[in-house]
């Protein structure tokens, strides 16, 4: 069922007592907001999303609050809670929803049951591309740009692989745009909704782009990684391919492994499943129209072996 | 965990989620195999009570034990077995980190017995089962601290950065040293000199724990079995006991086992005597057979009672903070619990330094709170 199918005034009302219980990268996460402006903010982005109607376990529960009942009238603050636990200090009231986008992200790293990366991930024709970047080279934007041009979008930030099968599972909140890309994606997607923008955070201005319907249609169908492309932005440079060597590639993910050593064994095997059967790139791009034509090219060159179903590289 | 004959769970009543949470978690912990029966609202509240009191990784350990896993929903499988991994990775960081403190210290030729979350798990007793450690705690003759803290500083162990204040509250006063942090791993060594702190008046000689100690391979000791009891029950009471249910699952377990070692109890009580650890021992005795039901013969507890328990109307007093502040305070919200932790944490000042020392300690630490909130709001 989607969030979208139940009338707004029983989710308003079903958000600030039980919560609503989203199902999102194979959990089933209780979120549930005592702020009404925060509310608002969550039927625009989250509508499509899938929810469990009926009571049951919940894998996490998060709380958006007020951080105190005096901060609910005077100096307005939020907490957010995971479980019970308070995640950050005290943020002002206009960026509530930061939080909850950063505490969805903290839960969903936090089950050792799956390794994941700080990584961007894209679909298209049953290949996944996983974008591995640290904050600020511009993966989310990238991703903003693939998936304007029909790539399906799994996440923006976090890629999730499954334990049982090395599958990447969709968790496709809302696409995070900060400073000048915000204006970037409204130019090239003048028809997508794009949230009022958050400014004066601790990473400038931010606004969240809703991923496309079909995206979310498909959240809980999983897809095979087939490439890696590791973006870095440089203004005004040319566009630059170089494929990475193996070893390059497990030190990369390793090094973008949120939970990493607390998954062990099976985050190592992981790893090194990876390394072995998807291709690596490290891309160097000034414009955003050259780092998706770039992984678009690559993409094309990818197909999966029949024989082995592993990802494997043809020659252009 | 329930054994026969073990007085019955507190009864379970209707309170707000986290404080309901907390009470089931007092009985699930004790009788694991209840929680197949609970409700999906009531796992709701029970496991993440387990998660914020770090005691999911050996509930998910208890179940499996008793094979009755498949019988949760799969979100609460997929939480347990998540601690249990997590648990898992901390075991393996601090045997590394025990490792480390043994080979740093190995030149010294002094008697090294490892304290708590470490000594349970060096020495592969119940308590380390599923359990999350924070540090490495050590005891070491309180001649040799010198020599101790000097090797472990130049073995790449970093002092904490501490204004002169706390440097004399603990160098003077406490039991321990102030608390060593590895340069480069950022894992945290507490070294011990004795097991309570001196200032309070009662003064335990660290080479008659370490005479009594038991070995465990390497050149690595663990205090005795009553010393261990006497020190997890100290830790628990006359520190400040909220939210401590762990702790007291700690004393539970080891009593549990020790128990059945003959002449144990007798040990245990006569060893409380002389080191001036009754009253600590009386209380862990009452609060484990009263909460998690630990089974301690009837004549041993009527002897504690008779020697070492204070009159009754603080007993009762006592009763009321342990039962809010472990049961209540394990819900990290506020009503009884929190005024049952505050009140134990000014209890656990109050028995551990003389009056005199403690108004002055209370003025100081005021001081230099202010000083620093003004210092943070002038940044």
Redesign the interface.
């Known amino acids: 069922m989607q969030l979208g199918a139940v009338p707004e005034s029983a989710l308003r009302a079903q958000f600030r007592a039980a919560g609503v219980r989203l199902l999102l990268a194979g959990?089933?996460i209780?979120l549930r907001i005592d702020v009404p402006v925060v509310i608002e903010q969550i039927l625009q982005l989250y509508g499509g999303y899938p929810i469990e109607p009926g009571?049951?376990?919940?894998?996490?529960?998060v709380h958006l609050k007020y951080a105190s009942p005096l901060r609910r009238f005077i100096g307005r603050r939020t907490l957010v809670f995971a479980?019970?636990?308070a995640l950050y200090r005290p943020m002002p009231l206009r960026h509530a929803y930061l939080m909850i986008d950063s505490a969805l992200d903290q839960c969903v790293s936090?089950?050792?049951?799956n390794l994941v990366l700080h990584a961007a991930v894209v679909e298209r024709g049953g290949l996944a591309a996983i974008l591995p970047a640290p904050s600020g080279s511009g993966k989310s934007t990238i991703c903003a740009g693939l998936v304007t041009r029909g790539w399906r979008l799994l996440s923006d930030e976090l890629a999730v692989l499954r334990a049982a099968d090395g599958r990447l599972q969709p968790f496709p909140l809302p696409i995070t745009l900060k400073n000048e890309s915000i204006a970037l994606i409204r130019q090239l997607v003048p028809d997508a909704y794009i949230s009022p923008v958050f400014t004066g955070t601790i990473r400038g201005d931010m606004a969240f782009l809703r991923p496309p319907a079909d995206s979310i249609a498909r959240s809980a169908e999983t897809a095979e990684p087939a490439l890696i492309v590791s973006p870095t932005y440089q203004a005004g440079a040319p566009v630059t391919l170089r494929p990475l060597r193996k070893s390059e590639t497990f030190r990369l993910l390793a090094a973008s492994g949120i939970n990493y050593?607390?998954?062990?064994r099976f985050g190592f095997d992981t790893v090194a499943g990876l390394v072995d059967s998807c291709p690596a790139w490290r891309l160097s791009y000034g414009t955003l129209e050259q780092a998706v034509d770039a992984i678009e090219a690559l993409l094309a060159r990818v197909r999966m072996d029949p024989t082995t179903s592993r990802p494997a590289i043809t020659n252009a | 965990m329930d054994t026969p004959g073990s007085p019955p769970a507190p009864p379970v009543r209707t309170a707000a989620p986290a404080v309901r949470g907390a009470a089931l978690l007092v009985r699930s912990m004790r009788d694991p195999a209840s929680i197949t029966r609970l409700d999906a609202e009531a796992l709701n509240d029970v496991l993440p009570a387990a998660y914020r009191n770090r005691l999911l990784a050996r509930l998910e350990h208890d179940l499996a034990d008793l094979g009755i896993l498949q019988g949760l929903p799969e979100a609460a499988r997929r939480q347990l077995a998540s601690a249990r991994i997590r648990a898992h990775v901390n075991a393996v960081t601090w045997r590394f980190e025990i490792d480390r403190v043994r080979r740093a210290l190995a030149g010294l030729g002094i008697r090294i017995a490892l304290l708590k979350g470490t000594a349970y798990l060096r020495a592969g007793l119940p308590p380390a089962r599923g359990r999350f450690s924070v540090d490495v705690d050590i005891l070491v003759p309180a001649a040799d601290i010198g020599r101790v803290e000097w090797t472990l500083i130049n073995g790449g162990w970093l002092p904490a950065k501490m204004n002169a204040y706390d440097q004399h509250y603990y160098r003077d006063w406490m039991h321990q040293i102030p608390p060593l942090t590895h340069g480069e791993r950022g894992t945290e060594l507490d070294v011990h000199h004795t097991i309570f702190p001196p200032v309070s008046g009662i003064r335990i000689d660290s080479e008659t724990l370490l005479a009594d100690a038991t070995p465990v391979g390497d050149g690595l000791w663990v205090l005795s079995p009553s010393d261990m009891v006497l020190h997890a029950a100290t830790h628990l009471f006359q520190e400040d006991p909220a939210g401590r249910l762990r702790d007291l699952l700690d004393l539970h377990d080891l009593l549990t086992l020790f128990g059945q070692q003959p002449g144990f109890w007798e040990g245990l009580t006569e060893r409380a005597g002389r080191l001036g650890l009754g009253r600590p021992l009386y209380y862990g005795l009452r609060y484990a057979a009263d909460l998690t039901g630990t089974a301690i013969p009837a004549a041993v507890l009527a002897r504690t009672q008779a020697a070492f328990a204070p009159d009754a109307v603080r007993l009762r007093v006592m009763d009321w903070l342990v039962r809010n502040a472990i049961v209540a305070g394990t819900s990290g919200q506020g009503g009884s619990g929190a005024v049952a932790r505050f009140l134990l944490f000014v209890r656990s000042h109050w028995i551990k330094m003389p009056l005199g020392v403690l108004l002055r300690h209370a003025v100081v630490k005021s001081c230099h709170r202010m000083r620093e909130r003004n210092a943070a709001r002038e940044r």
Do not use: H, I, M, W
């Open positions: 959990l089933c209780n009571p049951g376990t919940d894998d996490v529960r479980d019970g636990a936090a089950n050792v049951a050593y607390a998954t062990q």
